[in-house]
T-cell receptor, first 111, second 115 residues
Framework: SQQGEEDPQALSIQEGENATMNCSYK?????LQWYRQNSGRGLVHLIL?????REKHSGRLRVTLDTSKKSSSLLITASRAADTASYFC???????????FGAGTTVTVRA | AAGVIQSPRHLIKEKRETATLKCYPI?????VYWYQQGPGQDPQFLIS???????DKGSIPDRFSAQQFSDYHSELNMSSLELGDSALYFC??????????????FGPGTRLTVL
C-alpha cells in the first residue's frame, strides 16, 4: 500500500483564498516532498522538508512536518488561477531513494 | 538549465506489441528512476539505477525490463503489452548525497496508449 495518503481529494477555492492540503504517512522518513502536476503533464518539485525540520517556506508555499503524527501539510497562500493543479506528497525513506507518492489533492482555483 | 528528456512523448501500440521508452537524465545526475502513473492515480515506482547498476525494484511486471547505458541514458522495455499498461511513464533523475536522494527532477513523461 502507498506510503502517503492525502486529504482532501479535491479542493475548490476562490482566487485570493488560501488552500491547505494534508498528507499522512506510515513509516519513518528521510524527507517529505511536495510536487505539482498540471493535467497530464510532468511533475514539478515544489519543496522538500527533511525529517529534522518542522516548517519550511518557499514563496507562497508553507510546509509543515509533524513526525510524531507522521503528517505534513502544504499551505498555498493568496491562490491564483495558475495554481490549479494536482498536488502530491511523496516520501523518501532512509537508505531508500525512491519516492512513494500519496493519492494527490486536486486543487481548482476559481477566478 | 538542462532537464530530463524523455522520448517519445506519445506512443500508441497494439496489445501484445513491444515498446521502448527512453530517458536522458540531467548531466552529472547519478540516479535514474522510472515511475508509472495510471489515469487518475498517483505515480508508482517501477525501477531505479544508481551509477548504471539497478538499485531498486518496485511493482514492475516481469514483462518489463530496463537498463542504464554507459552514457547514463536509460531505456524501459515493455513486451506483450496489455490494455492496463496504458499510462504516463515518467523518468526522473537525482544526485544522491550523503543525506539522501532529495529532489527528483522529472521528465515530461511518455504517454503510452495500448489499443
Amino acid at each position: 500500500s502507498q506510503q502517503g495518503e492525502e486529504d482532501p481529494q479535491a479542493l475548490s477555492i476562490q482566487e485570493g483564498e488560501n488552500a491547505t492540503m494534508n498528507c499522512s504517512y506510515k513509516t519513518s522518513i528521510n524527507n517529505l516532498q511536495w510536487y505539482r502536476q498540471n493535467s497530464g503533464r510532468g511533475l514539478v518539485h515544489l519543496i522538500l522538508i527533511r525529517s529534522n525540520e518542522r516548517e519550511k517556506h518557499s514563496g507562497r508555499l508553507r510546509v509543515t512536518l509533524d513526525t510524531s503524527k507522521k503528517s505534513s501539510s502544504l499551505l498555498i497562500t493568496a491562490s491564483r488561477a495558475a495554481d490549479t493543479a494536482s498536488y502530491f506528497c511523496a516520501t523518501e525513506l532512509p537508505n531508500d531513494y525512491k519516492l512513494s507518492f500519496g493519492a494527490g489533492t486536486t486543487v481548482t482555483v476559481r477566478a | 538549465a538542462a532537464g530530463v528528456i524523455q522520448s517519445p512523448r506519445h506512443l500508441i501500440k497494439e496489445k501484445r506489441e513491444t515498446a521502448t521508452l527512453k530517458c536522458y537524465p540531467i548531466p552529472r545526475h547519478d540516479t535514474v528512476y522510472w515511475y508509472q502513473q495510471g489515469p487518475g492515480q498517483d505515480p508508482q515506482f517501477l525501477i531505479s539505477f544508481y551509477e548504471k547498476m539497478q538499485s531498486d525494484k518496485g511493482s514492475i511486471p516481469d514483462r518489463f525490463s530496463a537498463q542504464q547505458f554507459s552514457d547514463y541514458h536509460s531505456e524501459l522495455n515493455m513486451s506483450s503489452l496489455e490494455l492496463g499498461d496504458s499510462a504516463l511513464y515518467f523518468c526522473a533523475s537525482s544526485l544522491v548525497k550523503r543525506q539522501g536522494a532529495g529532489e527528483q527532477f522529472f521528465g515530461p513523461g511518455t504517454r503510452l496508449t495500448v489499443l
